[in-house]
């Protein structure tokens, strides 16, 4: 999944236009409270403007970090190193230069609209961490399925190489994956949620396991069948031998062969002794030499 420039700042846009709610929470650190926002005569709209205006430039400022992440991890394919902390530090930046740069409402202190001013920068507050958490998010989830296969490869190699079972390999592949998805996890994100991934983690593992044991069990029944097959020859083996002995005898332990070709004839006479039977065969061979003796041999 290749994620341009532009398409990154449309989703950082769309996050931003989606959230609605008021962040509260984030007043005491990143926002001013109703006292530290300085009184005059400003509208609500204006300082809205205002404030919408300071978020873009923050947005278009923490848009370098954000690309840069975004490079690494679709066009190189990498998983970044300590990925929560930096995303962490990137919205934490980012919130302190719009605290920083957001303009002070001129609100009488008797008027209502003090308050509506402070829910306001609240707002925006809001909306710029959920523009940064989004982008951010999206490649958190890339990087699990990074962590996903090579878990599953370290699984396979573990079950094929190192002579382990499959259930201590199973458990070792998905420690290190649960190691590897934590140091991924921004701190604070509730949903930044490594367990779907895990869970398909380990549904491939149990499928590939089930299937293992399958071909153990076909490969153990084979073999059953081919001892049992064999046995059978066996035994076959033994009854001719055993009615051999009752038709002829005791079977001698010798076996003979003979042949003698009659001289100046295509005549050659073949002689076996095998298990107590005798056999002669006559048969009729040309003499495959004769072309090179001539016409009359070299005898006459």
Known sequence: MKISLTSLSCLVLAASSGATHAHTSRGGAWGMSLQQIPRGGASSSSYSTELEAVKAVVLESASQSLEELRRQVVEEGKVVDDFGLVAETICNQALEDFATQAPASSSSPDDSSNSDAAATYDRKLSEL???LDAPLQVLFLKQL??????ALQR??????TTGISEYEAMVQADATFVESANALQREGATDWDATPERSFLQQVMNQLAESNRQAVTVQTSSAQQQQTTMQFLQSQQQMIQQLQMQLYGQSSPWNVGVAYRIP???FNVQGTYQQGRANVQLSCVPDEYAPFLGPNGFTN
């Open 129 to 131: 961490e959920t523009a």
């Open 145 to 150: 399925t990074f962590l996903r296969e090579t």
């Open 155 to 160: 699984y396979r190699t573990a079950v094929s």
């Open 264 to 266: 100046d004839t295509n």
